[in-house]
């Protein structure tokens, strides 16, 4: 059982930067590939960005170049730099996991609760 939890969420000006984490439970982190989703009001949860135990990384268009995914296995941490923020980045964000390869769909094992990111104009 992996247990993730998010911070670092907030209400940044667009332009701005954000800096969320995911704190993960349990052992063999370093087997895990790790991904971040996000949902808008109304809308889908959509894929962001993911990583594997091995550091093949995958991004979503619209946040290529502007966000950075990264992980630190000896503090079961994984990382979400977003810079240059817009207001449609704006939504809930989510950390999930799964023991297998990297994937942008959301197949993860285990979700964290969320955190809220909202970028004013």
């Known amino acids: 059982q992996v247990q993730l939890v998010e911070s670092g969420g907030g209400l940044v000006q667009a332009g701005g930067s954000l800096r969320l984490s995911c704190a993960a439970s349990g052992r063999s982190f370093n087997y895990y590939a790790m991904g971040w989703f996000r949902q808008a009001p109304g809308k889908e949860r959509e894929f962001v960005a993911a990583i594997s135990g091995s550091g093949i990384i995958y991004y979503e268009d619209s946040v290529q170049g502007r966000f950075t995914i990264s992980r630190d296995n000896a503090k079961n941490t994984v990382y979400l730099q977003m810079n240059s923020l817009k207001p449609e980045d704006t939504a809930v964000y989510y950390c999930?996991?799964?023991?297998?390869?990297?994937?942008?769909?959301?197949?993860?094992?285990?979700w964290g609760q969320g955190t809220q990111v909202t970028v004013s104009s």
């Open positions: 999930a996991a799964r023991r297998a390869a990297v994937s942008r769909r959301p197949e993860y094992d285990y």
